[in-house]
């Protein structure tokens, strides 16, 4: 057996250098690959896990108001999952819903806002009212709600009638008064309400009522236009906090 004489031994101390030194990046170099890697995350993000939006209008009033900038999960929606009775959800214009200005954002802010670097405009916020089989109903004595039957307490998220145009409507239905039936909703899709009952251009907005003749509205919303879930109030910090579900719907029964 021989050996190569020429060859560096480990016991000489020295290190092999192959290659040659490694090149350092420059530092626009490195700020390029920092800003691409946030913004890869950000798109992750914003793509699988929450998005911010900000609130456009007095709908949602008096728990969300106007610019408020809230954050919304996606978690739930995973593996089939679909919002519940109570929650507050975005979701995508089902089509002639949104009511409020045009979206005045520039160039630079709608791509801020694509990636999930600002809060998007676009949607709409609501609160489920109904769930695919449920039945909603405008109003028992009280001038509740009631959804399969059951009246349900929304005390505690309904802001009160203002005086004025409906003042003289004594319940927690919409615009369009206090008569009025809807469902039961088909699989697939939700019935909603904006907690701003005088001011919400919601599902009840879009019902086909008795006296309508070849009505082609559809008061429900697809799942498949939610984004999910709002869960927090990030903006501004005066009014930040966290979301849950109310316990007013805890009572009605499943529907059927």
């Known amino acids: 057996m021989t050996t190569d004489e020429s060859a560096p031994s480990p016991v000489d101390g020295a290190s092999v250098v192959r290659g040659g ?5 420059s530092p626009w170099q490195e700020s ?4 691409v890697l946030a913004v890869v995350l950000a798109i992750v ?5 929450l998005q911010a939006f900000y ?4 709908s949602m009033e008096p728990g969300l108001v106007e610019n408020d900038r809230i954050l919304v999960q996606k978690v739930s929606t995973w593996f089939g999952g679909s919002p519940e009775r109570g929650d507050v959800i975005v979701f995508e214009d089902p089509g002639g819903w949104l009511t409020g200005p045009p979206d005045t954002t520039n160039g630079l802010q709608d791509a801020l806002s694509r990636v999930g670097l600002l809060p998007s405009g676009g949607h ?11 039945t909603v109903t405008c ?3 009280q001038g509740r709600i009631l959804v399969n039957g059951a009246p349900v307490d929304e005390d505690g998220y309904v802001a009160e009638r203002p005086s004025g145009r409906s003042a003289d409507v004594d319940c927690n239905g919409p615009m369009i008064g206090c008569e009025w039936s809807a469902g039961p909703v088909p699989d697939g899709e939700v019935f909603v309400m904006g ?4 001011d919400s251009a919601d599902s009840t907005v879009h019902l086909c009522l008795p006296d309508e003749v070849d009505c082609a509205r559809d008061p429900f919303v697809d799942l498949d236009l939610v984004v ?10 005066g009014n930040a906090r966290f979301l849950g579900r109310p316990d007013s719907f805890d009572a009605v029964p499943d529907a059927g």
């Open 124 to 134: 709409l916020v609501k609160r489920v009212v109904g769930v695919a089989g449920d």
């Open 139 to 141: 109003c028992d004595e």
């Open 195 to 198: 907690d701003n009952r005088d």
């Open 228 to 237: 999910g879930t709002v869960f927090a109030v990030a903006w501004p910090l």
């Open 45 to 49: 993000v914003k793509t699988f896990f």
């Open 32 to 35: 390029l690959v920092l800003l």
């Open 55 to 58: 609130i456009p209008s007095s």
């Open 21 to 25: 030194p490694r090149r350092r990046r």
